[in-house]
C-alpha cells in the first residue's frame, strides 16, 4: 500500500506561483510506476495534468504546459508540482496518485490505485 499526503496548496493572485508537494511512505519505488496530479473543480470532472515515470519522462496536458513542472526527488520520497503564471481557472483541489503500471493512459484517473487527500489551490 502507498500512502500519500500532498502539501502547498493555498490562495494566490493571478500570475503568481505556488509548488504543491506530495510525500510518499515507504514502498513507493516497489510498487509504482508512475506518478501522476489530477485537480478537480467544482461541478467539474477530475482532470489529469501531469505524470512522471520512474525514468523521468514526464507528460501535461494541454492547459498547464509550459506553465507547470512535475518532478520528483526519490531520496525524498516525494513528488513536486510547480506551478507557475497561474490563472483563475487553476482553482481547484489537486490531487497526486500513484499507479502500479505504467504512464501510458496517465490521463485516465482509473489507471492510478493510490490517491492524497488533496490539497486546495485558489486563484483570484
Known amino acids: 500500500h502507498v500512502q500519500l499526503v500532498e502539501s502547498g496548496g493555498g490562495s494566490v493572485q493571478a500570475g503568481g506561483s505556488l509548488r504543491l508537494s506530495c510525500r510518499f511512505a515507504t514502498g513507493y519505488s516497489a510498487v509504482t510506476l508512475c506518478m501522476g496530479w489530477f485537480r478537480q473543480a467544482p461541478g467539474k470532472q477530475r482532470e489529469g495534468i501531469a505524470a512522471?515515470?520512474?525514468?523521468?519522462?514526464?507528460n501535461y496536458a494541454d492547459s498547464v504546459k509550459g506553465r507547470f513542472t512535475i518532478s520528483q526527488d526519490n531520496a525524498k520520497n516525494t513528488l513536486y508540482l510547480q506551478l507557475t503564471s497561474l490563472r483563475p481557472e487553476d482553482t481547484a483541489m489537486y490531487y497526486c496518485a500513484a499507479s502500479r503500471r505504467g504512464c501510458l493512459n496517465w490521463v485516465q484517473s482509473t489507471t492510478f490505485r493510490f490517491w492524497g487527500q488533496g490539497t486546495q489551490v485558489t486563484v483570484s
Open positions: 512522471i515515470n520512474r525514468r523521468g519522462t514526464t
